[in-house]
């Protein structure tokens, strides 16, 4: 048995220079064999990198423009335009195309929250809510306020069981003292609407338990008391 490779220390060396000269030579080998599918592998990676940092590339750029663009149409949105904001006017963009034509910029992604909301203000439900489910923020307030208008939208359309879905997102989505009542209490409503008074019993007593100095506790026991007296019966 011959003996092992070691250094001056004693240490078991792991890869003597002839067995890493035959790793090198069976992987050359291996290269030879497989050669085009290696080949393709690799420029398979190189093409996706590349389109990858070139779709970058393009996103950066269209980003200023679009972010020009959505600062001009704010004003209208902000001044109650709806249709200029959706539209455009002057020359300028609107909402909608904006939302269209900057897909993948921030800007365009806001467009859609912006042109969801005007459009829930116009009574165009299924638009409002097909804009703002295109809608993704990190922001947590905005996420919720974005669910809580889905849920507006569909209450509209006399489909409660769908705002309730979206209304029980926006309560339940990183809850804070301000926002969360009022979402509780359109959840309430809807469970109402929906002919589900046990569960809107409940969902008005987590308004006054969690949140008691809320605005929403005095109407909140009202409509629960009322409740009670139906559900009792």
């Known amino acids: 048995m011959s003996k092992k490779n070691t250094d001056e220390s004693g240490l078991e060396i792991i890869e003597t220079p002839e067995a890493l000269a035959g790793q090198i030579n069976k992987a050359e080998v291996f290269f030879i064999k497989n050669r085009k599918i290696v080949l393709g592998v690799v420029g398979a990676i190189v093409l996706a990198v590349a389109a990858f940092a070139g779709y970058r590339f393009y996103i950066d750029g269209q980003e200023g423009t679009a972010q020009d663009a959505l600062a001009s149409v704010v004003y209208d949105f902000e ?30 992604n806001l467009a859609n929250f912006y042109a969801g909301v005007a459009l829930l203000k116009q009574g165009k439900y299924d638009d409002a809510i097909s804009h703002l489910q295109s809608f993704s923020s990190s922001d947590l307030l905005i996420h919720a306020r974005a669910q809580s208008l889905i849920g507006d939208a ?23 003292e301000y926002f969360t009542p009022v979402y509780l209490m359109k959840l309430a409503i809807a469970q109402e609407k929906a002919n589900q008074p046990a569960d809107a019993v409940s969902t008005y007593k987590r308004v006054i338990d969690e949140f008691p100095l809320s605005s929403e506790v005095v109407n909140a026991k009202k409509y629960m008391g009322v409740l009670e007296g139906q559900v009792g019966k």
């Open 79 to 108: 001044a109650d335009s709806l249709q200029k904001a959706l539209n455009g006017s002057g020359g300028n963009e609107g909402l909608l195309s904006i939302a269209d034509s900057y897909k993948g910029t921030d800007a365009s």
């Open 154 to 176: 569909y209450l509209e359309k006399n489909q409660p069981a769908e705002a309730i879905s979206h209304y029980k997102k926006a309560a339940d989505y990183e809850k804070n």
